[in-house]
């Protein structure tokens, strides 16, 4: 079975601080994979997408890498701000039949002051 | 999140009732999906529709139907409430254009409780 598997399920950091979120899957073969931020009570807003020939993508702060090797992915924050308090999802999308979206279950980060 | 929009909000409606839940949206975008976000799981799809008219079940469907009329519109009814339909609701959009980045969009979620 597909799987995407998330660590780790939460974190605390202090503000300005770097932080790695791994992501490890199973999904054979896959279009892309994606990283979201999921403020509270919100949707998800997607931060970066990587297809399978990619190994890096930065969006300010945030830089994701893959391993299609290994079939891992990480999501390395930097200079971690308050405002970086969220879920981060990792999803990786089929490229198999129905062309699924397949979800991690997230990374709480809580970034303190 | 302005181009996704989903209503209610919030819902708390009682074992056996009817529920609908609207999305509408405003992105041009083909593709249309439902999901559910349970505490300790990942997003799962309901239904999924490519286009008007088209309806495809997702890996969770009993219990819930849709209808997509319009282009724009994608509602999910629970038909009759059980509580264990509790969760928050996302409806998504995507594109069929740029195939291998098709992008999800996300509407803010209906936070769905059955008592």
């Known amino acids: 079975k597909n799987q995407v598997e998330q660590s780790p399920q939460s974190l605390i950091i202090l503000e300005g601080k770097n932080c790695t979120l791994q992501?490890?899957?199973?999904?054979?073969?896959?279009?892309?994979l994606r990283w979201y931020k999921q403020d509270t009570g919100r949707g998800p807003v997607s931060l970066t997408i990587?297809?399978?020939?990619?190994n890096t993508k930065s969006n300010g702060r945030y830089t994701a890498t893959l391993d299609a090797d290994t079939k891992q992915s990480s999501l390395h924050i930097t200079a971690s701000q308050l405002s970086d308090s969220a879920s981060y999802i990792c999803v990786v999308r089929e490229t198999s039949g129905t062309y699924k979206y397949i979800f991690g279950t997230g990374t709480r980060l809580k970034v303190l002051a | 999140d302005a181009d996704v929009t989903q209503t209610p909000r919030n819902r708390i409606t009682k074992t056996g009732k009817r529920i609908m839940l609207e999305c509408s949206q405003t992105k041009g975008h083909d593709r249309m999906y439902w999901y559910r976000q349970d505490p300790g799981l990942g997003l799962r799809l309901i239904y999924y529709?490519?286009?008007?008219?088209?309806?495809n079940k997702g890996e969770i469907s009993d219990g819930y139907s849709v209808s997509r009329q319009a282009q724009a519109k994608f509602s999910l009814s629970l038909e009759s409430a059980i509580p264990n339909q509790t969760a928050l609701y996302f409806c998504?959009?995507?594109?069929?254009?740029?195939?291998?980045?098709?992008?999800?969009?996300f509407g803010p979620g209906t936070r769905l409780t059955v008592l």
């Open positions: 529709s490519f286009d008007v008219k088209d309806i």
């Open positions: 998504a959009t995507s594109d069929t254009l740029a195939e291998s980045y098709n992008e999800q969009f």
């Open positions: 992501c490890n899957y199973t999904v054979s073969p896959f279009s892309n």
């Open positions: 990587m297809t399978f020939s990619e």
